[in-house]
């Protein structure tokens, strides 16, 4: 779990966040629409009203980041959430965790050039440690966000047939400038600076989204 100090409480206003500077070479800088329930329901998404009403009354919401490796896109997304839901008066109703489809960077911390670039937006970093994710982790969230489509198989597999695949998702289906040719959070690792800036300005972008939904969503 990541817990953030208020020191790096991020301003939820766009004119603020990364993503706008980041997006303005190459991405669209049109204005940032509502996403609202029926957008959702348009899309086959189950709104996170009706996920956290649920969860409330059972305790707090727990969200679970999802990518491969679980050292940059994952981490960057549950820190990121993390400051916005605390922003919103949400850090004692929301969890967010992160996890990886794969071992093999088990127990290492976050890729040096992904809390570099949450530091440089404002964002906490330094206290990760990666985990793959497991059934019990699965069946533990009540909303599963996946960085890309790669990810998003992967956890349906882990999730099987049923009732559990509902709340596994890609976490850009709260971008509301995402579309079905452009809603991945692409892997920066391997890449240079403007690379891992992409893909924290679509990380905003998605978490503000969500979180903005959570917390117009009835208790």
Known sequence: MIVAPKRYRHPPTCASCHSCSARETGRSSK???????ATLGQAGIEPPTVMM???????RMRVAMVCLGNICRSPMAAAVATAM???AGL????????F???G???????NPRADATLRRGGWPAGAHRARQLRPADLAAADLVLCADRSNLADVRRLAGAGAGTAKVRLLRSYDPEASPSDDEVPDPWGGDDTDFDL????????CRGLV????????
Request: hydrophobic share 30%; aromatic share 4%; net charge negative.
């Open 31 to 37: 204005s940032h629409p509502q996403i609202t329930e």
């Open 53 to 59: 009403k649920e969860a409330c009354q059972n305790g």
């Open 85 to 87: 839901a605390e922003d």
């Open 91 to 98: 850090g004692g109703e929301v969890v967010f965790e992160s």
């Open 100 to 102: 990886g489809t794969a």
């Open 104 to 110: 093999y960077h088990e127990g290492e911390c976050a």
């Open 199 to 206: 893909t924290l300005a679509l990380i905003e972008q998605a």
């Open 212 to 219: 903005g939904e959570l917390a117009d969503a009835p208790r």
